[in-house]
T-cell receptor, first 115, second 117 residues
Framework: EAGVAQSPRYKIIEKRQSVAFWCNPI?????LYWYQQILGQGPKLLIQ????????DSQLPKDRFSAERLKGVDSTLKIQPAKLEDSAVYLC?????????????FGPGTRLTVT | GNSVTQMEGPVTLSEEAFLTINCTYT??????LFWYVQYPGEGLQLLLK?????DKGSNKGFEATYRKETTSFHLEKGSVQVSDSAVYFC????????????????FGKGTKLSVKP
């Protein structure tokens, strides 16, 4: 089966500009996650969707970050305006959400550099 | 709060050496524990998991045992290969709601392993 797809793979922008990342999860996976991975650290959850509803966005900086999953399939994460500290890899993951299956499948990530 | 602490890297070993990467956790209740691996240029992949105390997860020659008494989940491999060079992340999940949404993963900072021929 196809894995989690993300685009673009790399993005360089100046501070105060806006940027958007796209994720297409594994077909049939109800749960979708966005993580931020700063260099030298482990990934940190930004937002979790169950179908097209938000389950957890407690660590999303809502003054500048937004995310949507309108039809319960693919998702977009936006940053507006970007700051230097937003430089990181943004990872999308999905899981089936069935029973006790906890495995999350990760995409290759989008590396964002803010200058 | 809930957290994961793993040994600092980088770790450099010769091929066929024994590997241990230490991981300890702090969590309320009974989390599930995971090791993820990130090969150069690739996304995170689940390596192994354990969902309850004394469970042993294993895959590709790697093993880790869920030790509740020491709150640890150390990763071991008896004989590493050059192809095992990667970054390894210990992680836990808590707050799972059965039949509905799932808890989120909390990761350690990662340990970079380099294996020399």
């Amino acid at each position: 089966e196809a894995g989690v797809a993300q685009s673009p793979r790399y993005k360089i922008i100046e501070k105060r500009q806006s940027v958007a990342f796209w994720c297409n999860p594994i077909s049939g996976h109800a749960t979708l996650y966005w993580y931020q991975q700063i260099l030298g650290q482990g990934p940190k959850l930004l937002i979790q969707f169950q179908n097209n509803g938000v389950v957890d966005d407690s660590q999303l900086p809502k003054d500048r970050f937004s995310a949507e999953r309108l039809k319960g399939v693919d998702s977009t994460l936006k940053i507006q305006p970007a700051k230097l500290e937003d430089s990181a890899v943004y990872l999308c993951a999905s899981s089936s959400g069935q029973g006790s299956s906890y495995e999350q499948y990760f995409g290759p990530g989008t590396r964002l550099t803010v200058t | 709060g809930n957290s994961v602490t793993q040994m600092e890297g980088p770790v450099t070993l010769s091929e066929e050496a024994f590997l241990t990467i230490n991981c300890t956790y702090t969590a309320t209740g009974y989390p599930s524990l995971f090791w993820y691996v990130q090969y150069p240029g690739e996304g995170l992949q689940l390596l192994l998991k354990a969902t309850k105390a004394d469970d042993k997860g294993s895959n590709k020659g790697f093993e880790a045992t869920y030790r509740k008494e020491t709150t640890s989940f150390h990763l071991e491999k008896g004989s590493v290969q050059v192809s095992d060079s990667a970054v390894y992340f210990c992680a836990l999940i808590w707050g799972i709601v059965y039949g509905g949404s799932q808890g989120n993963l909390i990761f350690g900072k990662g340990t970079k392993l380099s294996v020399k021929p």
